[in-house]
């Protein structure tokens, strides 16, 4: 799971998805679980939509907008089922959560050591997230919110790495958790596919991508 990541500034967002140029929107550099941060969503017809909103789904049956419960993370096999998360994927709110690196937690020395995740090629990152604007019943306001998709990644040669190991699994069924990186030649399939299209991409970003150390 990601619990920390950076957002990219308005000049990189406009550079990967041709989107924000002179925006009046402003969102923080460094976004956490139910702060701020900066998503985009499909629109029909015309360009992606810019939202700036909560980091931690808020589901239409919620009575208020700050859960008891952590929803800033999905696990991709469980968003149809999950009542936090299935009206959203039933609904195609799928959308792009621009990130200019992410940190995850590296226990191979025993103690906590964070790692950066940054693109080989510059960009930005786009990853896969589900959307849903809450509506407060009692004042007419609409909270945009989201959520970040993640995927096991006990297989993967690096972010198999990453997250404290549980000393009663063994390494095979530890549920090693990656985010979903949703490359610009699937951006249509991700936000416009139809669920099974989308669930075609559910997989950690590919290592050619990936560059990552200790902070």
């Given at each position: 799971m990601c619990n920390h990541y950076l957002s990219p500034d308005e000049a990189a967002?406009?550079?990967?998805?041709?989107?924000?140029?002179?925006?009046p929107l402003k969102w923080p550099a460094e976004v956490v679980?139910?702060?701020?941060?900066?998503?985009?969503?499909?629109?029909?017809?015309?360009?992606?939509?810019?939202?700036?909103?909560?980091?931690?789904?808020?589901?239409?049956?919620?009575?208020?907008?700050r859960l008891?419960?952590?929803?800033?993370n999905a696990r991709s096999e469980e968003v149809a089922i999950k009542p936090s998360y299935k009206d959203a994927w039933r609904s195609g709110q799928r959308?792009?959560?621009?990130?200019?690196?992410?940190?995850?937690?590296?226990?191979?020395?025993?103690?906590n050591i964070w790692w950066q995740f940054r693109r080989t090629d510059g960009l930005p990152w786009g990853l896969a997230g589900l959307y849903h604007p809450w509506l407060?019943?009692?004042?007419?306001?609409?909270?945009?919110?989201?959520?970040?998709l993640t995927v096991n990644a006990d297989d993967h040669p690096l972010m198999s790495r990453?997250?404290?190991?549980?000393?009663?699994?063994?390494p095979d069924q530890q549920d090693k958790r990656s985010v979903i990186a949703i490359e610009p030649a699937n951006l249509e399939q991700w936000l416009w596919?139809?669920?099974?299209?989308?669930?075609?991409?559910?997989?950690?970003?590919?290592?050619?991508v990936i560059e990552a150390g200790p902070v």
């Open positions: 967002v406009e550079r990967a998805w041709h989107i924000g140029n002179r925006t679980p139910r702060r701020t941060g900066l998503f985009l969503r499909a629109t029909s017809p015309g360009p992606l939509d810019l939202v700036v909103g909560l980091w931690s789904l808020i589901p239409h049956w919620s009575e208020e907008p008891k419960f952590s929803t800033n959308c792009i959560i621009p990130a200019a690196s992410f940190l995850e937690p590296n226990w191979e020395t025993g103690r407060n019943k009692q004042t007419g306001e609409i909270v945009e919110s989201y959520t970040m990453m997250h404290k190991p549980d000393p009663t699994l063994p596919g139809t669920p099974a299209e989308a669930r075609e991409l559910f997989r950690p970003p590919a290592m050619v």
